[in-house]
């Protein structure tokens, strides 16, 4: 590509080097193109743009009469040839406006191609931004003005320059600096790290960037600050060291800020290890000091003050009208804390000196950076306060209200003194995080203890607060709760007195911690109690137990109700046993519970193979029931799994310790029983333990009698005969009336209703017990019969005569039994008519109603 007026190059010169930034963008540029001898053939609304020439003006002109100097033939020539070889150009050409103004621009040349049979280039152009020069007053400016401190050192590390800021970072005047070295204005402790760092740089030429490190500025000794530093070498033309540069940032702030939060992590882990109100509040002291103060009180409410609750007194205004705090927590980097008014658990009334009590409820922290003992707040209201502040040297306060889910804790207090920087607004912020992290842990302790408490208090109510063995056995029982931590278990037992002289045992487990493991505990005793006066066998009860918790587990709260808590049963384990002090024999069963311990009178210590059933809930599946026959003096203990399972979790080792410590020999049960739970478990577990002891006895001979009656209604002459001879002999005349009444109704109902074979039985223990059984299964049923009905009264008046009766299923048929108390205490008396005729003679009722 040549000009049009210098005619043909001469050949192509030495390459123009090219632009290194690179094309400009064709896009926004002006565009032309140009033939092969310079004329101008097409031009563009981009060219008119920038040059202010019209496509009419330049189109078949020269483009050499843009230049604003003489061509460059030689250039242009070397611009044509490269172009033609495909490789394009790009560099800088300054061009004259149609205003005569110079434009520098940023030009392209394409490859050469053909157009309408001619050589054309394709030519695009931009103008170049004007270029900011830097003058020496702005170079001055940039380093003496800078937010970032500045310092040029030689390589004997001497000040050589230093900008204003640095001067204000250290606070030490620059003439002070020029000529020295770091360590001579500096700290040792400080500078000594600085220059190593520096002779670091100097001898591997490599820089070192970010160094942090704390100090302080002598404008305010007291106040240490954060710093980062950066440290590179000076080199001259011949890259000779000859110093070291040096930058430096004040990065307090973000100091702090990293310190905060890395305080308020540390203290997630040593605040709130326990669910214990008043360890919650010293670990807040603990951790305190002496991290952030010399001297730190926490006192709590006695009575929060919950702000969200609906009529809540507003913040009060004086000392009085506000509940007394009490002190939970305090430390100090004095041993003892003598700095301290109250002792830990004693009532207080501290408030900071403002002595406004609304800062309490709006849980704004206290400042007070300098303390005066002086000051007649303290000096007339809290005179043993200011004497303790003037003797230990306390200077600065920050009271922090501890407040969490809108309910007002109590208040925690920082104080300083060996530490002799002064609290200040930085440390509002660390002190607040602290006490927020405290207050909900101090309030979930407060919820949780409130909460077990409840439970304990609900599970003492529903277990038994006397137990009656009766004559048949002795009885003592442990109770244990769980660690306060785990909550109150659902362990419970029971002692029932049934027909015939025999006891009832039960215990039992329910799933889970806390009330509604409780509750449930309650709902299971009561089915047991109701079951069991029912007089069913052991394996019979714990299936229609079994049915029971099946239901209550249907009642599973729907989706969204949960959270209200209930009594479901989630699963439960028991264990039913029954003694019978005539036979001496005792049948149990059990679903999913630990087998009961047997120690004979001789010592020797069993776990008979009671067949295991299924936990309660599980349904479909049978229980099956074993008789063991205990000689009299036999000890029985029932328990629950966390009295064996211990830390090891090891249930054949604790069988074996529980095994050796029920035992041992002279101790009475109730002690036996303690010193049992004591020697297993010496420390709280997570789990409650129930343990009842049961020492059998046997009815003595002479007070069980016992006749078959033959299937004659005669018999019941000559069988109320016999009860009245047996009762002169017992010494129970007083009872003969009633008895044979009883005896007569009873054995006259077997005769005519049931099938033989008949028996008539007297116990005599506590009660007088008559018991008639037969092989018949049919319910009898109390009837209240009509003034105009020749029967139907027989049950009525064995119901009116004894103090209970009842029925009770065997294998081989029914018993009908009726209970009577002992001249010391008035039998009840015998039902006469309305005319004051003589006793209702007994007449059966239709059917087996009696």
């Known amino acids: 590509m040549a000009s049009a007026d210098d005619g043909p190059p001469a050949g192509p010169g030495p390459l123009p080097p090219a632009d290194p930034r690179g094309p400009v963008r064709p896009g926004d540029d002006a565009v032309a193109v140009i033939a092969g001898d310079g004329t101008v053939i097409g031009w563009t609304r981009g060219a008119e743009a920038l040059l202010g020439y019209a496509a009419a003006e330049m189109v078949g002109r020269s483009a050499a009469l843009l230049l604003s100097g003489a061509p460059d033939t030689r250039r242009t020539a070397a611009i044509a040839a490269r172009s033609r070889d495909g490789s394009g150009w790009s560099g800088q050409i300054a061009l004259r406006g149609r205003d005569d103004r110079l434009i520098d621009v940023d030009v392209r040349v394409s490859a050469s191609f053909l157009v309408a049979g001619r050589e054309g280039f394709l030519v695009s152009g931009r103008e170049r931004a004007p270029q900011w020069t830097v003058d020496g007053s702005v170079l001055e400016g940039f380093l003496t003005r800078s937010p970032v401190g500045m310092a040029v050192l030689d390589p004997e590390l001497r000040y050589i320059w230093l900008n204003d800021t640095l001067e204000q970072f250290g606070g030490v005047p620059r003439e002070q600096r020029l000529g020295r070295r770091p360590a001579d204005v500096l700290p040792g402790l400080l500078a000594a790290p600085i220059e190593r760092l520096m002779r670091q740089v100097l001898a591997t030429g490599v820089p070192v960037t970010d160094y942090e490190y704390l100090g302080w500025s002598w404008a305010d000794p007291n106040r240490r600050r954060a710093y980062s530093s950066s440290f590179f070498p000076l080199a001259d033309a011949e890259e000779n060291r000859i110093g070291i540069g040096y930058m430096v940032l004040d990065v307090t702030d973000r100091w702090n800020a990293r310190r905060l939060l890395a305080l308020v992590n540390e203290a997630g882990a040593s605040i709130g290890s326990t669910l214990d109100v008043q360890r919650t509040a010293q670990e807040l002291a603990d951790f305190a000091v002496p991290r952030f103060a010399d ?438 005349d007083e009872l003969t009336m009633t008895t044979e009444l009883i005896v007569s109704e009873l054995v006259t109902n077997a005769i005519r209703y049931a099938s033989g074979p008949v028996r008539l039985r007297l116990l005599l223990q506590s009660v007088l017990t008559c018991e008639v059984s037969d092989a018949s299964s049919t319910t009898p049923r109390l009837r209240h019969a009509r003034t105009t009905d020749e029967g139907g009264r027989g049950l009525f008046l064995v119901a009116q005569l004894a103090r209970r009766w009842g029925t009770r299923y065997t294998r081989r048929g029914k018993i009908i039994w009726a209970e009577q108390g002992l001249p010391s205490s008035p039998p009840p008396p015998v039902p006469v008519s309305p005319a004051g005729s003589p006793p209702v003679p007994p007449s059966p009722p239709p059917g087996s109603s009696g």
């Not at 004559?471 to 909550?487: I, N, Q």
């Not at 010496?682 to 049961?694: E, H, M, N, R, Y």
């Open 295 to 732: 001297f730190v009180f926490v006192d709590l409410l006695e009575t929060p003050l919950e702000l969200g609750r609906p009529g809540a007194s507003p913040a009060p205004t004086a000392p009085g009208d506000w509940a007394a705090m009490r002190r939970m927590g305090m430390s100090s980097v004095r041993a003892g804390c003598p700095e301290a008014v109250v002792e830990i658990g004693e009532s207080v009334d501290f408030v900071p000196p403002s002595r406004d009590l609304h800062f309490l409820a709006t849980g704004s922290p206290y400042l007070l950076p300098l303390l005066d003992a002086d000051d007649r707040t303290w000096a007339v209201d809290q005179p043993v306060r200011a004497s303790r502040i003037k003797e230990f040297g306390l200077h600065s306060l920050i009271s922090v209200p501890m407040r969490a889910r809108d309910t007002v804790l109590g208040l925690a207090t920082f104080m300083r003194s060996q530490n002799p920087v002064p609290f200040d607004e930085d440390d509002v912020a660390p002190a607040r995080e602290l006490v927020a992290r405290a207050a909900v842990c101090v309030d979930n302790a407060r919820r949780y203890t409130r909460e077990h408490t409840a439970a304990l208090v609900l599970q003492e109510s529903l277990l038994p607060h006397t137990l009656r063995g009766g004559t048949a056995l002795d009885v003592a029982s442990s109770y244990l709760p769980a660690d306060a931590k785990d909550g109150v278990g659902g362990d419970w037992f029971d002692v029932i007195p049934l027909s015939g002289a025999r006891v009832g045992l039960v215990i039992g487990d329910v799933v889970g911690h806390g009330i509604s493991a409780a509750a449930t505990m309650g709902r299971l005793r009561t089915a047991v109690q109701t079951l069991a006066d029912m007089d069913l066998a052991p394996d019979e009860l714990l299936a229609r137990l079994d049915d029971l918790v099946m239901r209550l587990s249907e009642e599973e709260p729907v989706a969204g109700k949960a959270d209200r808590g209930g009594t479901t049963v989630l699963g439960a384990t028991c264990l039913y046993a029954v003694y019978d002090p005539a036979t001496r024999c005792c049948t149990m069963a059990r679903a999913g519970h630990p087998p009961p311990v047997i120690v004979t009178p001789q010592g020797a210590v069993s776990f008979p193979d009671l067949p295991l059933g299924p936990p309660l809930g599980l349904g479909g599946l049978p229980f099956e029931s074993l008789d063991v026959e205990l000689p009299e003096g036999s000890l029985l203990g029932l328990y629950t799994d966390g009295l064996i399972e211990g830390p090891e979790k090891d249930v054949e080792q604790g069988k074996i310790r529980l095994g050796r410590a029920i035992s041992r020999d002279g101790l009475p049960l109730d002690e036996l029983c303690e010193a049992v739970v004591k020697e297993l478990l010496p420390v709280p577990q997570p789990d409650d333990i129930a343990l009842l002891l049961a020492r059998t006895h046997a009815l003595r001979p002479d007070r069980v009698v016992s006749w078959e009656v033959p299937l004659d209604p005669a018999a019941v002459g000559a069988t109320r005969n016999k009860v009245a001879r047996q009762l002169e002999a017992w010494g129970l």
